[in-house]
C-alpha cells in the first residue's frame, strides 16, 4: 500500500468522524395533523401528562401547574397555542420538559421519535417564509424520520410570544419573592375592645377558641394511631410535622354521642405552653370578631370546679338569637380528657425515645417557629388557595340578604351589614377570572383590610389554618403581569401532594377600583 493510499484513507475517516460529530440530535413530535421537531439540547425528559393544579389569570393555552420532583412544572398545551381543536388526552399523550430558563412542559398528542439529523438536511426557516407564518420556526428538517420535511419549533421565541410580558424564567429562591407592602397606622384595625375568635360547631352547638390560642386546624388525616388502654375521650395519635399530637373529641369531653368524622370534620390543634393537643370538632364555621360588650362570663351557676368550667364566657349575636360558648384553654388542659392524652404521648415518648431526646425535639420545633408561615387555606373549586392569617380580619356566611349594588365594580356581588357597618362583598371567583357556581352552605366570606377599605371576598370554603415551612414555598412561574402581583408564591406541599397557590391580599383590589368601594361603605 502506498503512502498516497494510507493518506487518501485517513483523510476520509477524518472526514467520517467530522460527519459524525456534525450530527445534531432532535425529539419529533405530533400536535394534530402536523410533524414538528425540537433540538434535543434543552429537552430535559418527556413524561406522561401530570395531574395539575389549574391557576386563575393565567394564558388559556396553561393546563396547570404540576409537581415534578419537588419542583413546580406548568404544562402548556401547544394545541391551543397552535388553534387547532381539543382534543382529549390518552395513553399517547405526553408532555416535553424543556428547559428555558425554568422547566416547562409541553403537551404533545405522540412523540415520534429521536432522531439524528446531518446538517446538510438542515434548512433556514426562511425558505418557507412566503407561505407560512415562520416567526416560530428555527428551521426545517427534510427527509427525516420518513417525513419530506418537519419544522422545527423556537421554544423561547414561543414562549416570549405566548407570555409576553411575563416571561416563565426562574426568580430566585422564595426570599426574593413580592414583597408585601407595609401598612399605615390608618390600616391597623384597633381590636383592644374586640375579641378574634374561631368558632366550630359540635352536635349542633356552636363553640369557639379565642385564635391566638390556635396553632393551627388541619383535616382529619387517614391514619390515626389508636393507643391501648387509653381513656375512651382520647381519640389517639398523629403524627404533625415529625411530633406526635394527641387527638380528643369535643363530643366525648362533654359526654355527647359520638360520631365517625367525615368530609367537614376538623382537628383544631390548641397550646399551652410546650404542651399541643387537637381537639376533633364537626365542622369549623368562620372566624369571628366580637365586641367585648357582646361577651358575658359565664353564669356562677354554671361556672363551676371540674370539667364543666372549659366554658369561661358567653358571646351574643344577633341580638342574642346566636349563642357561641368560648372554650378557655387554660382550663381545657385542666380537663381529665386532655391530661390523658398528654399523658399518653409522654409515656408513648418515654418508651420509643426517652426524655432526653423529646426535649432535643422540643427545642428544634420552637427554633424552627420563624422559619413557619401560618396561613388560612381555601378552595376554589378543586384548588387551593392560601393567605397569611394576620391578613384575615375575620371569616363570616354568605348573607341570603346580600344587597345588589348598581354600578358597583364587575366583581362587587354586593354589600351587607356587619354590626352596623356597611361590607362591599367581591365574588373572588369572578376576580380571579374563574367560572361562576350557584350559592351554597360551605361558602365563607373573608375578610381582608385592603389600602384601610375592609372588603369581603366570597370563596366556595374555608379548608383549615396551615403553618407551612418556608422551604415549600417557591415563586410561582410567571405567566401574566396580573398573575405574578396576585399570586406570587406557592406553597408546593410534595409529601402531601398538595399545591397552594399563595394569595397576596393587597392585589386583590384594582386601585381604580378603591374608591368606588370606599363609596359603597359610606352610602
Same mark, same amino acid.
Do not use: W
Given at each position: 500500500?502506498?503512502?498516497?493510499?494510507?493518506?487518501r484513507?485517513s483523510s476520509?475517516e477524518?472526514?467520517?468522524?467530522?460527519?459524525?460529530?456534525?450530527i445534531?440530535q432532535f425529539?419529533t413530535?405530533?400536535v394534530?395533523?402536523?410533524?414538528f421537531?425540537?433540538?434535543m439540547?434543552?429537552v430535559?425528559?418527556?413524561?406522561r401528562v401530570?395531574?395539575?393544579?389549574r391557576?386563575p389569570?393565567a394564558?388559556p393555552?396553561l393546563d396547570?401547574?404540576?409537581?415534578l420532583?419537588g419542583?413546580?412544572?406548568?404544562?402548556?398545551?401547544?394545541?391551543?397555542?397552535f388553534g387547532f381543536a381539543?382534543s382529549?388526552?390518552?395513553d399517547a399523550?405526553?408532555a416535553?420538559?424543556?428547559?428555558?430558563?425554568q422547566?416547562?412542559?409541553f403537551?404533545?398528542?405522540r412523540?415520534?421519535?429521536?432522531v439524528?439529523v446531518?446538517?446538510?438536511?438542515i434548512?433556514?426557516a426562511?425558505?418557507?417564509?412566503a407561505t407560512v407564518?415562520?416567526?416560530?420556526?428555527?428551521g426545517l428538517?427534510?427527509?427525516v424520520?420518513?417525513y419530506?420535511?418537519?419544522?422545527?419549533?423556537?421554544f423561547?421565541?414561543l414562549i416570549?410570544?405566548?407570555?409576553?410580558g411575563a416571561?416563565?424564567?426562574?426568580?430566585g429562591?422564595?426570599?426574593?419573592?413580592?414583597e408585601?407592602?407595609?401598612?399605615?397606622?390608618?390600616?391597623?384595625?384597633?381590636?383592644?375592645?374586640e375579641?378574634h375568635l374561631?368558632?366550630?360547631e359540635v352536635?349542633?352547638?356552636e363553640?369557639?377558641?379565642?385564635?391566638?390560642?390556635v396553632?393551627?386546624?388541619v383535616q382529619?388525616?387517614?391514619l390515626?394511631?389508636?393507643?391501648?388502654h387509653?381513656?375512651?375521650?382520647?381519640?389517639?395519635?398523629?403524627?404533625l410535622?415529625n411530633?406526635?399530637?394527641?387527638?380528643?373529641?369535643?363530643r366525648?369531653?362533654?359526654?355527647?354521642?359520638?360520631?365517625?368524622?367525615?368530609?367537614?370534620?376538623?382537628? *383544631? /390543634?390548641?397550646?399551652?405552653g410546650?404542651?399541643s393537643?387537637g =381537639?376533633?370538632? @364537626? #365542622? &369549623?364555621?368562620?372566624?369571628? %370578631? $366580637?365586641?367585648?360588650?357582646?361577651v358575658?362570663?359565664m353564669?356562677s351557676?354554671l361556672?363551676k370546679?371540674g370539667?364543666?368550667?372549659?366554658i369561661?364566657?358567653?358571646?351574643?349575636?344577633d341580638?342574642g338569637?346566636?349563642?357561641?360558648?368560648i372554650?378557655?384553654?387554660?382550663?381545657?388542659?385542666r380537663?381529665?380528657a386532655?391530661k390523658a392524652?398528654?399523658?399518653t404521648?409522654?409515656?408513648?415518648n418515654?418508651?420509643q425515645?426517652g426524655?432526653?431526646?423529646?426535649?432535643?425535639?422540643k427545642n428544634?420545633?420552637?427554633?424552627?417557629n420563624?422559619?413557619?408561615?401560618?396561613? *388560612? /387555606?381555601?378552595?376554589l373549586?378543586?384548588?387551593?388557595f392560601? =393567605?397569611?392569617? @394576620? #391578613? &384575615?380580619?375575620e371569616?363570616? %356566611? $354568605?348573607?341570603?340578604?346580600?344587597?345588589h349594588?348598581?354600578?358597583a365594580?364587575?366583581?362587587?356581588?354586593?354589600v351587607i351589614?356587619?354590626?352596623?357597618a356597611?361590607l362591599p362583598?367581591?365574588?373572588l371567583r369572578?376576580?380571579l377570572?374563574?367560572?361562576?357556581?350557584?350559592?351554597s352552605?360551605?361558602?365563607?366570606?373573608m375578610v381582608?383590610?385592603i389600602?384601610?377599605?375592609?372588603t369581603?371576598f366570597?370563596?366556595?370554603?374555608?379548608?383549615?389554618v396551615?403553618?407551612?415551612h418556608?422551604?415549600?414555598i417557591e415563586?410561582a412561574?410567571?405567566l401574566s403581569?396580573?398573575?405574578?402581583k396576585?399570586?406570587?408564591?406557592?406553597?408546593n406541599?410534595?409529601k402531601?401532594?398538595?399545591? &397552594?397557590?399563595?394569595i397576596?391580599?393587597c392585589?386583590l383590589?384594582?386601585k381604580q377600583?378603591?374608591e368606588?368601594?370606599?363609596q359603597?361603605a359610606?352610602e
Amino acid at each position: 500500500m502506498t503512502t498516497e493510499t494510507l493518506e487518501r484513507g485517513s483523510s476520509a475517516e477524518v472526514e467520517a468522524a467530522q460527519k459524525v460529530s456534525d450530527i445534531r440530535q432532535f425529539v419529533t413530535f405530533i400536535v394534530g395533523n402536523e410533524v414538528f421537531a425540537v433540538d434535543m439540547a434543552p429537552v430535559q425528559e418527556i413524561i406522561r401528562v401530570p395531574e395539575v393544579v389549574r391557576v386563575p389569570l393565567a394564558p388559556p393555552t396553561l393546563d396547570g401547574l404540576a409537581n415534578l420532583r419537588g419542583k413546580v412544572l406548568p404544562i402548556i398545551s401547544l394545541r391551543r397555542i397552535f388553534g387547532f381543536a381539543e382534543s382529549p388526552y390518552d395513553d399517547a399523550t405526553r408532555a416535553v420538559v424543556i428547559d428555558q430558563g425554568q422547566p416547562l412542559g409541553f403537551v404533545v398528542d405522540r412523540v415520534v421519535s429521536v432522531v439524528g439529523v446531518d446538517p446538510r438536511q438542515i434548512e433556514d426557516a426562511g425558505a418557507i417564509s412566503a407561505t407560512v407564518n415562520t416567526e416560530l420556526v428555527s428551521g426545517l428538517l427534510k427527509d427525516v424520520g420518513g417525513y419530506p420535511m418537519i419544522m422545527v419549533l423556537d421554544f423561547s421565541k414561543l414562549i416570549a410570544s405566548e407570555f409576553a410580558g411575563a416571561a416563565i424564567t426562574s426568580r430566585g429562591s422564595a426570599g426574593t419573592a413580592l414583597e408585601t407592602e407595609h401598612r399605615t397606622e390608618a390600616e391597623v384595625v384597633k381590636t383592644s375592645d374586640e375579641l378574634h375568635l374561631v368558632s366550630f360547631e359540635v352536635a349542633q352547638q356552636e363553640y369557639a377558641i379565642i385564635i391566638d390560642d390556635v396553632q393551627e386546624i388541619v383535616q382529619v388525616p387517614d391514619l390515626i394511631v389508636h393507643v391501648p388502654h387509653s381513656e375512651s375521650h382520647v381519640l389517639g395519635v398523629m403524627t404533625l410535622r415529625n411530633r406526635l399530637l394527641p387527638l380528643v373529641s369535643l363530643r366525648c369531653m362533654f359526654g355527647l354521642p359520638t360520631k365517625d368524622a367525615d368530609e367537614n370534620s376538623r382537628i *383544631v /390543634v390548641v397550646s399551652l405552653g410546650a404542651a399541643s393537643v387537637g =381537639v376533633v370538632m @364537626d #365542622s &369549623v364555621n368562620e372566624v369571628l %370578631r $366580637v365586641a367585648r360588650s357582646d361577651v358575658d362570663a359565664m353564669p356562677s351557676l354554671l361556672a363551676k370546679d371540674g370539667n364543666m368550667s372549659d366554658i369561661a364566657q358567653i358571646c351574643r349575636l344577633d341580638s342574642g338569637k346566636r349563642l357561641v360558648s368560648i372554650l378557655s384553654v387554660g382550663n381545657m388542659f385542666r380537663h381529665a380528657a386532655i391530661k390523658a392524652a398528654l399523658t399518653t404521648v409522654d409515656t408513648m415518648n418515654d418508651k420509643q425515645d426517652g426524655q432526653q431526646e423529646r426535649d432535643a425535639v422540643k427545642n428544634q420545633n420552637d427554633d424552627n417557629n420563624d422559619d413557619e408561615e401560618q396561613v *388560612v /387555606v381555601f378552595r376554589l373549586g378543586k384548588e387551593e388557595f392560601g =393567605v397569611p392569617i @394576620d #391578613s &384575615v380580619q375575620e371569616i363570616v %356566611r $354568605v348573607s341570603e340578604q346580600l344587597t345588589h349594588v348598581p354600578k358597583a365594580p364587575p366583581a362587587v356581588e354586593g354589600v351587607i351589614n356587619l354590626r352596623g357597618a356597611v361590607l362591599p362583598v367581591m365574588d373572588l371567583r369572578r376576580r380571579l377570572g374563574l367560572e361562576q357556581v350557584e350559592r351554597s352552605d360551605q361558602q365563607r366570606i373573608m375578610v381582608f383590610l385592603i389600602e384601610g377599605m375592609r372588603t369581603g371576598f366570597i370563596v366556595d370554603s374555608v379548608v383549615e389554618v396551615l403553618k407551612v415551612h418556608k422551604s415549600t414555598i417557591e415563586p410561582a412561574p410567571r405567566l401574566s403581569g396580573e398573575q405574578t402581583k396576585l399570586l406570587a408564591r406557592m406553597a408546593n406541599l410534595e409529601k402531601q401532594k398538595r399545591m &397552594v397557590q399563595l394569595i397576596e391580599p393587597c392585589y386583590l383590589i384594582e386601585k381604580q377600583d378603591l374608591e368606588q368601594l370606599a363609596q359603597l361603605a359610606v352610602e
